[in-house]
T-cell receptor, first 111, second 112 residues
Framework: DAKTTQPPSMDCAEGRAANLPCNHS???????VYWYRQIHSQGPQYIIH???NNETNEMASLIITEDRKSSTLILPHATLRDTAVYYC????????????FGSGTKLNVKP | EAGVAQSPRYKIIEKRQSVAFWCNPI?????LYWYQQILGQGPKLLIQ????????DSQLPKDRFSAERLKGVDSTLKIQPAKLEDSAVYLC??????????FGEGSWLTVV
């Protein structure tokens, strides 16, 4: 299973872009990168996922390097409500849809 | 569209007692997951069902934990007897086959 490495914590000023890095150097060619976030006392919330190309939705942008060994989740204008733990996951692609979570990055958005 | 429903939301029991958690997945989702999340850690997969069959229960402590998914829809996770270290949030999630998983709000268990 491809493992991911994330910094344990990051700070970001409110209104600025938050850039959360993730390393997944052992990712296979057909494995997706997923991002979830978890606000205290809630279940993890899906944010975005991608395979090779950069992706954007109403919540965030996902930038995947050309060699696919790392990715960055971008929250373009962070708000206090974006304070949460962000998980980067490589989805194991076989007959069963497995998602393994690491420890994630605690993002602290400060006024 | 209704999300993943879980109950109870909170439960406090004494050690050696039993507890059961219920999960109703998103309609049409064939795959159902139970995760355990201890405070300060990421969720750990306990068991995964596809329809009503188990596809992975390698991390489930089978001497005290059991789970079933009758008729391939709702699922129940039981702990008997509970230990102090079982204090955690129990998260249920569901997905279509080979697709994004969606989580419920979780069931918080405190064992005293």
């Amino acid at each position: 299973d491809a493992k991911t490495t994330q910094p344990p914590s990051m700070d970001c000023a409110e209104g600025r872009a938050a850039n959360l890095p993730c390393n997944h150097s052992t990712i296979s060619g057909n494995e997706y990168v997923y991002w979830y976030r978890q606000i205290h006392s809630q279940g993890p919330q899906y944010i975005i996922h991608g395979l090779k190309n950069n992706e954007t939705n109403e919540m965030a942008s996902l930038i995947i390097t050309e060699d696919r060994k790392s990715s960055t989740l971008i929250l373009p204008h962070a708000t206090l409500r974006d304070t949460a733990v962000y998980y980067c996951i490589v989805r194991v692609r076989n007959n069963f849809n497995k998602f393994y979570f690491g420890s994630g990055t605690k993002l602290n958005v400060k006024p | 569209e209704a999300g993943v429903a879980q109950s109870p939301r909170y439960k406090i029991i004494e050690k050696r007692q039993s507890v059961a958690f219920w999960c109703n997945p998103i309609s049409g989702h064939a795959t159902l997951y139970w995760y355990q999340q201890i405070l300060g850690q990421g969720p750990k997969l306990l068991i995964q069902f596809q329809n009503n069959g188990v596809v992975d229960d390698s991390q489930l402590p089978k001497d005290r934990f059991s789970a079933e998914r009758l008729k391939g829809v709702d699922s129940t996770l039981k702990i008997q007897p509970a230990k102090l270290e079982d204090s955690a949030v129990y998260l249920c999630a569901s997905s279509l086959v080979q697709d994004t998983i969606y989580f419920g709000e979780g069931s918080w268990l405190t064992v005293v």
